[in-house]
Every structure is written in C-alpha cells, then in structure tokens.
C-alpha cells in the first residue's frame, strides 16, 4: 500500500554480484506492476513492469517475479553495477482505479 | 524522462504564501497524475487529471491544495497558505491514454521548500 513515513531498508551488494530487491502489496484485485529506479534529485525511471497474468518477466539484466499467492514481487538484478545504486520503488495499478500506488522503496548500495 | 517537463525545479516560499507547480506533460499525453515524495518515503498518490477533468483527487488534502489540467497550457498544482509540512518533492507524471498499457512518464520534480 502507501509507504507511511517509514526509512528507507537498505541493500549493500558487491560490484558483480546479483542483487534482489522484494516488494510487498497490498491489493490482491492490482492488474499491473512496475518497478521504478530513482536516482537522487530525479524523478522515478521506469525499469520493468508486468501484468498479473504473468508470474516472471526478463529485462536486460532484470527479472521480475510474480508471486500472487502472497502478494510479493521482486526485482532481479544481474551482474549489479555502480551505476545501479538508487532506490527502487515497486508500484501496482489496478485498471478499475486506474492509480498507481507505490511502495516504501529500497534502497540499493553498490561497493566495489 | 526528459519529455515531461516540471517547474518550477526548486521553490522556496514563507509560510503563509502560495505556491504553483507546473508541468507540461510529454507530447500527445492527455493525462497527467501528482504525486508528492517525502525524504526517504515513496511516492504518494495526490490527483489524477484528464484535460479540463479531474478523475480522481483522492489523495489530495482537502483544504489548500487544488489541481487542474486546462485544455491549453501545463497542469497546475497550486498550494495556498503553504506550511511547513508542505515541504516535499512534487512529481507529475503523464501516460497517453486510461493506463492499463506502458509505463508511466516522471518529470524531474519541484522541491518545495517552506521557511
């Protein structure tokens, strides 16, 4: 649902390793699901999204799963690069609202 | 994205003044949405518009805060007798048609800040 006011959870990966990144939703009726990369001071970039009839999605470097039985969503991402240290952002719609809701955000820290 | 274009990107203004956000949404999008980000949250859902329609304010505080989306020009948030807790980062976002297909377009985002 609506990230409340909580701090951002942080995730500290090495350079090269795989990085996952998991969301929790709220509404079991959501349609679609995207997941947003947010650099700071820039807006939210979209990076993959995937329908609810769909369980896995692939990208370049990223995958997304899709877990409706607990209402879970992840993000993968292989061979994680510094330029990937942002926060990342899962969001769901439902096409009766037709309103994307976002979720609290995690944050991703790349070492070398 | 580049294409959905907000300004002010930063603005300062006194408690008690008035503030407007603008953004001119990416070419051919008809609907724009709001959101507004804390430090260290997420985005949350403020107004969704249409040209000339709002669909749903929902998230928007009842009092002070008020958005619109004319046929010509950029959408408006306009924020009156502004108070501290209205610092925050504005995002507007623009899709071209009822969502369901495609992602949707961020601007940059306006900072407010309230002294």
């Known amino acids: 649902g609506e990230s409340v006011g909580l701090h951002l959870p942080t995730l500290s990966v090495q350079e090269g390793d795989n990085s996952i990144i998991n969301c929790a939703y709220s509404n079991s009726a959501s349609d679609y699901f995207i997941w947003y990369k947010q650099e700071s001071g820039k807006g939210p970039q979209f990076i993959i999204d995937?329908?609810?009839?769909?369980d896995k999605r692939q990208g370049q470097r990223v995958t997304v799963l899709l877990n409706k039985t607990v209402k879970h969503l992840s993000l993968q991402i292989a061979a994680t690069q510094p330029g990937d240290s942002a926060v990342y952002f899962c969001?769901?719609?439902?096409?009766?609202?037709?309103?994307?809701?976002f979720g609290t955000g995690t944050r991703l820290q790349v070492f070398p | 994205n580049a294409g959905v274009m907000q300004n002010p990107r930063h603005l300062v203004r006194r408690r008690g003044q008035e503030a407007r956000l603008r953004c001119s949404p990416m070419?051919?999008?008809?609907?724009v949405y709001w959101y507004r980000q804390l430090p260290e949250e997420g985005l949350k859902f403020m107004v969704y518009l249409q040209k000339e329609n709002i669909i749903d304010e929902s998230g928007m505080p009842k009092e002070r805060f008020s958005a619109e989306f004319p046929k010509e020009g950029p959408s408006i948030l306009r924020i009156q007798q502004v108070v501290r807790g209205d610092s925050a980062a504005y995002f507007c976002?623009?899709?071209?048609?009822?969502f369901g297909t495609g992602e949707l377009f961020f601007g940059e985002g306006s900072r407010l800040t309230v002294l």
């Open positions: 976002a623009s899709s071209p048609r009822t």
């Open positions: 070419k051919g999008h008809s609907h």
């Open positions: 995937i329908r609810s009839n769909m």
């Open positions: 969001a769901e719609l439902s096409y009766n609202t037709d309103k994307l809701i």
